[in-house]
Structures are given as C-alpha cells and as structure tokens.
Nanobody, 126 residues
Framework: QVQLVESGGGLVQPGGSLRLSCAASGFTLDYYGIGWFRQAPGKEREGVSCISSSDGSRYYMDSVKGRFTISRDNAKKTVYLQMNSLRLEDTAVYYC???????????????????WGQGTQVTVSS
C-alpha cells in the first residue's frame, strides 16, 4: 500500500539547516507530484513546497523562497526538503504527501493530496 515516511526533523538554532527526507513506497514516485506541508500549533496546515512529476517544476511558499529547496531522487524513491537559514517561525510538524491526480504542475493546496506521512517535528529555537 501507499506509504510515506518522513525523517530528518529535529532541534536547530536560528540560521541553521536541516534536510528532511520523504521515503515513498507502494507507488511509482516518478508519476506523481509530491508536496511538503507544515502545521504549527493552533494553525492550519500550509503548503511549503511541491515538485511536479511532469518536468520537475518546483514551487515554494513565499516565506521560504531562497531558503528551502525541494528535490527528488526517483531511483531512491525519496523526496528531500533542504532547509537553510531556518527561522523561529519555521517551527512546525512537516509532512510530505503525494498527489495521485493527473496534473501537469503540482499545487500547494493540501486538499489536492491523497496520502500523507506521519510528520516530523522541526523546532527552531535559540
């Protein structure tokens, strides 16, 4: 069955870096868009970044542009989120998800995604 497992979260100081991984199984990663989302306490889940299956187009929420980079390794069935220059406001549980609809470009709306991982905690604190 479809499974997504996130890892790589942790505690980091402001300005630090983390690389999150999303290991996929039960489906062919190349075929579908993958998104990273986050949810802070008391806030709604928001789209951080996504990568399209068709041409690898990447999209980012405004607040992470220039700091975060999404990438995929289809051979390893893994999607990564490299997070640099982390800020206090990046603290959240981070989730990856797969959109198994046929789209030319990925979208950052959580409602578009079918399967989700369990999440990994990222805490930015001094």
């Amino acid at each position: 069955q479809v499974q997504l497992v996130e890892s790589g979260g942790g505690l980091v100081q402001p300005g630090g870096s983390l690389r999150l991984s999303c290991a996929a199984s039960g489906f062919t990663l190349d075929y579908y868009g993958i998104g990273w989302f986050r949810q802070a306490p008391g806030k709604e889940r928001e789209g951080v970044s996504c990568i399209s299956s068709s041409d690898g187009s990447r999209y980012y929420m405004d607040s992470v542009k220039g700091r975060f980079t999404i990438s995929r390794d289809n051979a390893k069935k893994t999607v990564y989120l490299q997070m640099n220059s982390l800020r206090l406001e990046d603290t959240a549980v981070y989730y990856c998800a797969v959109d198994r609809h046929i789209r030319s470009l990925c979208v950052l709306s959580p409602a578009a995604y079918d399967y989700w991982g369990q999440g990994t905690q990222v805490t930015v604190s001094s």
